[in-house]
């Protein structure tokens, strides 16, 4: 190989190689994507068959009976700001922070949808003991303990699942709810004499 090449070949592979740096750097970032189809949460939004009061109801019953800690409730806004700390079942050292907004649409007097959004936060927490060594390399005697927490995931729910569970649980609330209302006022229950 002559040297006229081999110094072509190099400027080749240095522009080759500004080229693929510049583009690397000019990549959009991930977040500028955040309102495009891809990043839409499927399963987070439902059309409910029942009026604004009721299905308000019936969101903050089971948001309570579920363990979520009502942070907020505007009635007049029509949004729920709720969350909730699990701890891993299988994994004590993992606990979990879900945070849950809540918005309600009136479509109508008897149709209402119901949107949720959910961030879950996982976190690790590490127990290590304090030693008192000898010769500072054999541990001997506990004599304290530190404790630790670190975020390890921090995303938006994903699964389907989570929220279907939620509007599974206030459609049978509201249609309980339904049923009670439906049942006129003052009506009477009709009740065998007594001794037949």
Not at 81 to 96: H, I, P, Q, V, W
Request: glycine content about 4%; overall charge neutral.
């Amino acid at each position: 190989m002559n040297p006229p090449t081999r110094q072509a070949s190099l400027k080749t592979w240095s522009l080759f190689l500004i080229l693929l740096f510049v583009g690397g750097c000019a990549s959009t970032p991930s977040y500028e994507k955040a309102f495009s189809s891809e990043h839409q949460v499927r399963g987070s939004t439902e059309t409910i068959s029942a009026s604004l009061d009721t299905t308000w109801g019936s969101t903050l019953e089971v948001l309570a009976q579920q363990g979520f800690l009502v942070q907020q409730a505007d009635s007049k806004s029509r949004i729920i700001m709720a969350n909730k700390d699990l701890r891993e079942t299988e994994d004590k050292d993992f606990s979990y922070t879900i945070s849950a907004t809540l918005t309600l649409v009136p479509v109508s007097d008897k149709i209402t949808r119901v949107m949720v959004a959910a961030n879950q936060t996982t976190e690790l927490h590490k127990k290590e003991y304090r030693w008192w060594k000898l010769l500072w390399l054999i541990p001997l005697i506990p004599y304290g303990t530190d404790y630790t927490t670190v975020v390890v995931n921090r995303d938006t729910v994903q699964s389907p699942r989570f929220y279907q569970d939620l509007f599974s649980a206030v459609k049978r609330s509201c249609d309980e709810k339904q049923g009670v209302a439906e049942v006129a006022p003052g009506a009477e229950l009709k009740t065998a004499p007594a001794g037949k």
